[in-house]
């Protein structure tokens, strides 16, 4: 069965420290997604790709976050500097289709990363 | 503020017993999906409801989505321990997904 393959799953780095996040989505997946969860919280949506263009980067906290789909495929979420704050779960998803304004669109999660900072 | 708030946060219970976690918001959405997530892995969907009064059954749990689709119920018989988890509702807006805060169930043997 095909999943969504993230890396690294565990990353611990000190504050003011760049990090990188890694995704892969299933196969002919159009639209990936980048979420951040706090423990004890719902994840919360950072980016938005459709293909390798930014559908909805309104969460994103641009001073020190990046996220990039160059070709479409697979897609890396860049923190630099890092925070303390920052430390979370950050969760790839990827679904099938377009996402539009009615979507039922099923999100399939990847294993996330684990981001602790120091 | 919270979009979909998700009662209660926290619960713990014995083996065998029956249990019901709800989903209120006070927005109408087109879907509304629930989820369960484990210790230091991603969520995995359980279900997806789209229609007012829709409901949904798998297995031991049943999902039901208020008439209004504002509003939803996730309703598990005879609980197991393998039940233990997070459980999120999430729903469709705008073409984005919007999360609960979760339930985390704890089902002791």
């Known amino acids: 069965e095909a999943e969504v393959a993230q890396s690294p799953r565990y990353k611990i780095t000190e504050k003011s420290q760049a990090v990188a996040f890694w995704c892969d989505p299933i196969?002919?997946?159009?639209?990936l997604y980048w979420y951040r969860q706090i423990l004890g919280q719902g994840p919360e949506l950072l980016v938005q790709?459709?293909?390798?263009?930014?559908?909805?980067d309104s969460q994103l906290p641009k001073d020190r976050f990046s996220a990039e789909r160059l070709k479409g495929v697979d897609s890396t979420l860049k923190i630099q500097p890092a925070e303390l704050g920052d430390s979370a779960m950050y969760l790839c998803?990827?679904?099938?289709?377009?996402?539009?304004?009615?979507?039922?669109?099923?999100?399939?999660f990847g294993p996330g990363t684990r981001l602790t900072v120091l | 503020t919270q979009l979909l708030e998700q009662s209660p946060q926290f619960l713990s219970i014995q083996e065998g017993e029956n249990l019901t976690v709800y989903c209120n918001s006070s927005s109408v959405f087109s879907s509304l999906q629930w989820y369960r997530q484990e210790p230091g892995e991603g969520p995995v969907l359980l279900v997806t409801v789209v229609t007012g009064g829709e409901v949904k059954k798998l297995k031991r749990l049943t999902f039901q989505f208020g008439d209004a689709r504002k509003d939803s119920s996730l309703h598990i018989t005879a609980a197991q321990p393998g039940d233990t988890g997070l459980y999120l509702c999430?729903?469709?807006?705008?073409?984005?997904?919007?999360f609960g805060q979760g339930t985390e169930l704890s089902v002791k043997p």
């Open positions: 196969s002919g997946h159009a639209t």
């Open positions: 998803a990827s679904s099938i289709l377009s996402g539009g304004a009615w979507s039922t669109d099923t999100q399939y």
């Open positions: 999430a729903g469709g807006k705008g073409g984005k997904l919007i």
């Open positions: 790709f459709q293909d390798e263009s930014v559908v909805d």
